[in-house]
């Protein structure tokens, strides 16, 4: 077992190397001897290894004396929902997102629909070391049952979202876990829907399951060639989403996030929107404009969804397409999020690119410099320091996650690499001019700090 099993978004590990049946099990067995639940949800994406996981994770649940229900293939956000609306009192999600498909994790989800947090996370980890699991008497070992109850999924997106054009919609679930579904929203919306890779298959034959511009390529095609007016995908779980415009264009993850926050800032007359440190400024720039304000947070959407719950914020998200509405619950929805935008085009009777072009875009440049493990958050702390008499006119300075200093014209954040030996620099600026001058004193600031921490 590696030293922590357990990241910010589960277990995420190779499959029969890492993530084996065995450690299915005794996940099952801790995660009921942590909750004590009477009745966990589980659920899982497409992967090959999805079923092999989910029974020997069940064995564990049951073992303990928990009752689960199985809801088969359906999206994160579906299993998240049902936890709380079907009043589970936890939900597991065998998923490994947008990770390749040999690779597969357990996602653990709260009876308010929120991803378990690191006290959690840590509890159970630590069951799991000692293997003090609960097991039940054997009159009491639990049930599973097979229930369909994705439909109540389905009702709550369109009892919020009311669309009265008939918006030509391309959905590419890219073979994931939102292949059904996603189309079948779309269509009971009243929309024209064109659905390709939308046949379930574990080895994601038709492109990656990370939606990002490069591997959206032949979407954005199919839009532009068929007149659609908007492509959407999903992650091999269904908690991102990233668009293509009408003109056969990716829509940047960073604009339409803060076009979106935008939206919902200027409906709700301000309020708190959550992003993580590596957002782009203009989800400022824009939801400032409405009189919102934009709360940061360390990258991972527990985080993001941890602060919007203590914020009490109107939306949140991360720009890699993982939006958190939270008026409905607390996990990523990227089905939810792509209904959400159409209603938000409609509201503001624009196209996708019109939508996008009111937010500025700005100059980003990524940097990463070769730094051992042992010294790499040492480097950081160093660095952060030194940063400060480098930019004295800086304005604000976030420790959330490495150092983020806000800046005249742009930011820069310095963080360790969480896996690598790596310091990584990201830096976004007014303009190219701008960015390049702030990340190359920067690149001499951390050079200087590792060459002095190795001798
Ligand atoms: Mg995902």
């Known amino acids: 077992m590696k030293s922590k099993l357990f990241g910010s978004s589960g277990v995420r590990g190779l499959v029969n190397v890492d993530l084996t049946p065995i450690l299915a099990t005794k996940i099952g067995l801790a995660v009921f001897t942590f909750s004590e639940a009477k009745k966990i949800l589980v659920a899982r994406d497409t992967r090959v290894s999805g079923l092999m996981l989910e029974n020997a994770l069940v064995s564990g649940l049951l073992a303990g004396g928990a009752n689960v229900n199985c809801l088969g293939v359906v999206p994160t956000p579906v299993l998240a929902y049902l936890t709380k609306k079907l009043n589970a009192d936890a939900g597991v999600m065998i998923t490994a997102s947008h990770n390749p498909p040999q690779y597969n994790g357990i996602k653990i989800f709260n009876s308010d629909s929120m991803a378990y947090g690191e006290e959690s996370r840590n509890n159970i980890e630590r069951i799991m070391k000692r293997e003090n699991f609960r097991l039940a008497n054997w009159r009491n070992v639990g049930e599973a049952l097979f229930i369909d109850e994705s439909h109540l ?126 957002a782009s400024m203009c989800v400022e720039k824009m939801v400032e404009k409405h009189g919102g304000k934009v709360i940061r947070t360390k990258v991972g959407d527990v985080y993001v969804a941890e602060a919007i719950k203590q914020f009490n914020a109107v939306f949140g998200g991360e720009p890699c397409g993982a939006w958190i509405h939270p008026q409905f619950h607390y996990c990523p929805d990227g089905i939810f999020s792509s209904a959400l935008l159409l209603k938000a085009l409609e509201d503001e009777n624009k196209r996708l690119s019109e939508f996008i072009s009111e937010t500025l875009q700005y100059q980003t440049i990524r940097e990463n410099i070769v730094c051992k493990n042992e010294i790499k958050y040492g480097v950081v702390k160093k660095v952060g320091e030194g940063l400060k008499s480098v930019f004295p006119e800086y304005r604000q300075l976030l420790t959330v996650d490495g150092f983020r200093l806000t800046l005249e014209e742009g930011w820069i954040l310095v963080r360790a690499s969480g896996t690598e030996p790596l310091i990584r620099l990201t830096v976004e600026g007014e303009s190219l001019k701008a960015t390049k001058e702030i990340m190359g004193k920067a690149v001499v600031l951390v050079k200087k700090v590792v060459e002095e921490m190795e001798k």
């Open 153 to 278: 999924y389905v009702e709550m997106v369109q009892k919020i979202v009311k669309l009265n054009k008939k918006w030509h919609v391309i959905v590419d679930p890219g073979c994931g876990a939102t292949y059904n579904i996603a189309p079948l929203i779309f269509k009971s919306l009243g929309c024209k829907v064109t659905a390709i890779n939308a046949q379930p298959d574990g080895f994601f034959p038709s492109r990656s399951p990370e939606p990002n511009a490069e591997t959206l390529k032949p979407l954005a095609k199919i839009v532009q060639e068929l007149g659609a007016d908007v492509g959407v995908a999903y992650d091999g779980d269904g908690d991102r989403v990233a668009f293509t415009g009408e003109k056969g264009d990716f829509a940047d993850f960073d604009r339409v996030l803060a076009a979106y926050a935008a939206y919902v800032a200027k409906k709700k007359h301000g309020g708190t929107v959550v992003t993580n440190v590596e």
